[in-house]
T-cell receptor, first 110, second 115 residues
Framework: DQQVKQNSPSLSVQEGRISILNCDYT??????FLWYKKYPAEGPTFLIS?????DKNEDGRFTVFLNKSAKHLSLHIVPSQPGDSAVYFC?????????FGAGTILRVKS | DGGITQSPKYLFRKEGQNVTLSCEQN?????MYWYRQDPGQGLRLIYY???????QKGDIAEGYSVSREKKESFPLTVTSAQKNPTAFYLC??????????????FGNGTRLTVT
């Protein structure tokens, strides 16, 4: 029972363009959403988050959008840089536990 | 500087042996977690602890055990009862489990291979 789904296993984007990573969830009780970035052989690092009472949060090149009615969130990276190439995990919090999606591999081509 | 240390980075064991993965944090965080990552799957929660001397089962606790005798340490034992122990194991901590401003901080993981 996957409560958090990232349906695109991978995404390839040209340097300088926008990267859009998507995430869908099924549990309406989730109250907080996070994005983590992971390089090979390293642990994930926190990138950006959003509370369920908001619909947008921005931090530099990274913006997270939340559509509660659609149970969908997305991460926008503008402009994309080669160093952004990594695996991106979406996570949702419920009952003080985080549920993670399977991740999306982002490749930014120079 | 503060962080989470997992050791060793790579671990090899024979089937039927128990093995303990180390996790130490000097962030003064109350909560600690163990996750497992398998190809094509998200991180799955094995065990978590919100306070010393207390821990709870996560979604896939069978075949694993933990202890939390000190705030800084949360070792995970993979027992011979775990059917598919080969995986990448991640330890994490957070300041307070219910806090909005308390994302998880992860260690660099231990890759366990059981043959």
């Amino acid at each position: 029972d996957q409560q958090v789904k990232q349906n695109s296993p991978s995404l390839s984007v040209q340097e300088g363009r926008i990267s859009i990573l998507n995430c869908d969830y099924t549990n309406s009780m989730f109250d907080y959403f996070l994005w983590y970035k992971k390089y090979p052989a390293e642990g994930p690092t926190f990138l950006i988050s959003i509370s369920s009472i908001k619909d947008k949060n921005e931090d530099g090149r990274f913006t997270v959008f939340l559509n509660k009615s659609a149970k969908h969130l997305s991460l926008h990276i503008v402009p994309s840089q080669p160093g952004d190439s990594a695996v991106y995990f979406c996570a949702a919090r419920g009952r003080n536990k985080l549920v993670f999606g399977a991740g999306t591999i982002l490749r930014v081509k120079s | 500087d503060g962080g989470i240390t997992q050791s060793p980075k790579y671990l090899f064991r024979k089937e039927g042996q128990n093995v303990t993965l180390s996790c130490e944090q000097n962030l003064n965080h109350d909560a600690m977690y163990w996750y497992r990552q398998d190809p094509g799957q998200g991180l799955r929660l094995i065990y978590y602890s919100h306070i010393v001397n207390d821990f709870q089962k996560g979604d896939i606790a069978e075949g694993y055990s933990v202890s939390r005798e000190k705030k800084e340490s949360f070792p995970l034992t993979v027992t011979s009862a775990q059917k598919n122990p080969t995986a990448f194991y991640l330890c994490a901590s957070s300041r307070a489990p219910g806090s909005y401003n308390s994302p998880l901080h992860f260690g660099n993981g231990t890759r366990l291979t059981v043959t």
